[in-house]
């Protein structure tokens, strides 16, 4: 909620909340939050509107916070952050509004910045079967690969067009749009379908 976060343990059936308001081991920055992500060491990510993300421990209760800093390029590279993906190899990456895209270093809690002279603002990253970085952004979606410590363009699909998010199901990537329509892009072949639907409101597909 815009107060903070409340995570439930349905099992032990428990409760803890992480708002401003607490101590500075397990408070939050900015009570508004944008986006949680979960990742594979059961780690959970959070991003809050202009406050950079914390990620919170469940084993230690402790929330550590990461932000932007001025002229040091190990941390993150901007405090508005939208999204969050993990791939096969457990990696975990950032995506910022206007500062591209954030490789994060377990082992050193730093950040290792690409694509920060963007030109579009991303709103959502996915990652797909093949090891390839999907960017939803308000010019299309670009497609990237991540080999050799190096981020390689791959496919610049849909330009021009305002895509908010991305869904990934199996080997396809689901995009709802305003204009009454679904697109199914194969992450194989980078070849597309359109399924009209008859509503024009619809915001994302999950």
Request: charged share 20%; glycine share 6%; no cysteine.
């Amino acid at each position: 909620t815009e107060n903070g976060l409340t995570i439930i343990d349905s099992d032990k059936q428990t409760s803890f909340s992480i708002s401003k308001k607490l101590q500075q081991l397990v408070s939050l920055k900015n009570s508004h939050i944008l986006k949680i992500f979960r990742d594979s060491k059961r780690s959970i990510w959070v991003s809050t509107f202009g406050g950079g993300l914390h990620k919170f421990n469940p084993r230690s209760a402790a929330v550590r916070h990461y932000q932007s800093l001025k002229d040091v390029d190990i941390s993150l590279s901007s405090d508005m952050v939208w999204a969050f993906a993990e791939s096969k190899q457990g990696q975990i990456w950032v995506a910022t509004q206007t500062g591209g895209i954030n490789l994060f270093n377990p082992e050193t809690g730093t950040f290792t910045a690409f694509l920060s002279d963007f030109s579009a603002n991303i709103w959502d990253i996915a990652i797909d079967p093949n090891g390839h970085i999907w960017l939803a952004t308000d010019k299309g979606i670009w497609v990237y690969e991540y080999t050799q410590d190096k981020l390689q363009f791959i496919k610049h699909l849909l330009p021009g067009a305002l895509v908010a998010n991305i869904h990934m199901f199996n080997s396809n990537v689901w995009l709802g749009s305003a204009e009454g329509t679904i697109t199914s892009i194969d992450t194989r072949n980078f070849q597309s379908t359109r399924y009209p639907i008859n509503d024009d409101s619809i915001k994302a597909v999950s």
